[in-house]
């Protein structure tokens, strides 16, 4: 997973104030930072396959659909 510089920043700066939040524990840029690598290591993969079952469950029921949309376009036919 590639996040931009600012939203790497960003994200280093969420883990400092829970850090300090739920801890009462103030981390430095290089804890900041080794604890994003891991969650991005860690998490990334099941976050981005849980993406694909999802982005292919919705495609799945948008052919379920098409295929009674185009069963509505038929015409009768008179034999």
């Given at each position: 997973?590639?996040?931009?510089?600012?939203?790497?920043?960003?994200?280093?700066?969420?883990?400092?104030?829970?850090?300090?939040?739920?801890?009462?524990?103030?981390?430095?840029?290089?804890?900041?930072?080794?604890?994003?690598?891991?969650?991005?290591?860690?998490?990334?993969?099941?976050?981005?396959?849980?993406?694909l079952?999802?982005?292919?469950?919705?495609?799945?029921?948008?052919?379920?659909?098409?295929?009674?949309?185009?069963?509505?376009?038929?015409?009768?036919?008179?034999?």
């Amino acid at each position: 997973m590639k996040l931009s510089d600012s939203q790497k920043e960003k994200l280093s700066a969420e883990i400092k104030a829970f850090y300090l939040d739920e801890r009462g524990e103030e981390i430095g840029l290089i804890e900041q930072m080794q604890l994003y690598e891991l969650f991005e290591r860690k998490m990334a993969p099941i976050i981005y396959n849980k993406a694909l079952d999802d982005a292919k469950r919705w495609f799945a029921q948008m052919m379920d659909n098409l295929d009674s949309d185009f069963y509505t376009l038929y015409k009768e036919e008179d034999l």
